[in-house]
């Protein structure tokens, strides 16, 4: 399995176009006509401090996939309770759109379709298999929990809304937690085309929101989000098989590590001096701490949509619910929630159009969920 790398030291869009078009994504994408590409959306921030994925990247990708005619649509979903369209203004994806005329679509509110392992059960956005292929473009960057995030982690985002969150409150440790990614990459790698990983301006320290901005000035690219991943986090200095889910992500695309190709002037290289040693607290105490801690912590770690007085009992929030998980009775000033049902995807927090809905946190939720 082949990884492509290039030095690419600056958001050049003639650069990074010419890398995309010698990845020769036509043969792969020949008999595929609708493409998802799913850019690194995290949250509302602006390019510049490298949370999520540059425009200029995502803007050559759609570029290239207009010129061999395809049909593009743009979406993710972010992590916190941030308006997506907030999120589409700051980190510079509205703009790309309105260039090429092509849809923006909401994760949270657009329909999801659920899906499980042995184990677990996902809420999954319903465009992985309303497209014919995705592109997933990523981002090079640490990460608190899991020391790196790339390709295969980049792909948390297909599920909605604040459910994410709650995986990270059932599996708190990197090792439970690396179950949950293999997990989902098992569902959704099939639907993967390719993967690009923008990694002009990436992230060390205190990823994958807090760190700080580093021009590593490369790109990669692969077919395989494991491949890429376990060329990428190696050359930032890990060992990728300490980081728990990268070597089993490669056994679900049935690559050997042997099998990775890269050119020779990237075979032995490494970033110096990579800050990837700086863990948060909270992650240290979840990670080292017994059982009956965790345990506390997931009691007080809570959040779940509630109603204030500015409901109109329009019906749109129950309507949209796709747990069928609200219920408007005669009398009632607002729908009624089963929170045994709910899936904290806020589709009803996302369509309400009076601000009737709001994301009810504990004090560590405030503290984690942004």
């Known amino acids: ?19 995309i078009e010698k990845l020769q994504l036509e043969k792969i994408l020949r008999d595929k006509k609708k493409i998802l590409v799913k850019p690194n959306l995290l949250g509302a921030f602006a390019p510049e401090r490298a949370v999520t994925t540059n425009p200029v990247v995502v803007d050559a990708v759609v570029t290239y996939l207009k010129k061999i005619g395809k049909d593009v649509i743009l979406g993710d979903s972010s992590g916190g309770t941030t308006s997506i369209k907030v999120v589409w203004e700051k980190t510079g994806m509205n703009k790309v759109a309105k260039k090429h005329n092509i849809r923006l679509v909401n994760f949270i509110s657009d329909g999801i379709i ?45 599920i909605p809304g604040l459910k994410k969150s709650d995986y990270h409150k059932e599996h708190p440790d990197h090792t439970q937690f690396a179950k949950v990614i293999t997990g989902l990459y098992s569902i959704v ?30 790109m990669f690219a692969s077919r395989s989000a494991s491949a890429l991943d376990y060329v990428a986090s190696s050359m930032m200095g890990f060992q990728p098989d300490k980081l728990e ?88 000033a607002h729908p009624t929630i089963d929170y045994d ?25 405030k503290f984690l969920i942004k």
């Open 189 to 218: 790698s099939d639907r993967i085309a390719f993967n690009i990983m923008d990694g002009i301006v990436g992230m060390e320290g205190d990823g994958p929101s807090a760190g700080d901005p580093r021009n590593f000035g490369v």
């Open 114 to 158: 659920q899906q499980r392992t042995k184990d677990l059960k996902f809420p999954i956005t319903k465009y992985i298999w309303e497209t014919d292929a995705v592109i997933n473009l990523c981002k090079y960057k640490t990460h608190s929990l899991m020391s790196y995030t790339g390709a295969i982690k980049n792909l948390y985002g297909v």
């Open 341 to 365: 049902k709910c899936i904290k995807c806020m589709c009803c927090h996302e369509m309400c159009p009076y601000q009737a809905i709001y994301i009810h946190k504990s004090f560590l939720a």
């Open 1 to 19: 399995m082949k990884v492509q790398i290039e030095k690419i030291e600056s958001y050049d869009f003639d650069k990074i176009y010419n890398f």
């Open 245 to 332: 889910y990268i070597i089993p992500a490669l056994k679900i695309d049935n690559i050997e590590i042997s099998e990775i190709e890269i050119s020779e002037e990237w075979k032995h290289f490494k970033f110096k001096k990579v800050k990837i040693k700086k863990i948060g607290l909270y992650v240290k105490l979840l990670t080292y701490s017994p059982k009956f801690l965790k345990d506390i912590f997931k009691k007080y770690y809570t959040y779940y949509p509630d109603f204030n007085d500015k409901c109109k009992k329009c019906r749109i929030c129950v309507d949209s619910c796709p747990v069928q998980a609200m219920e408007l009775k005669e009398g009632d």
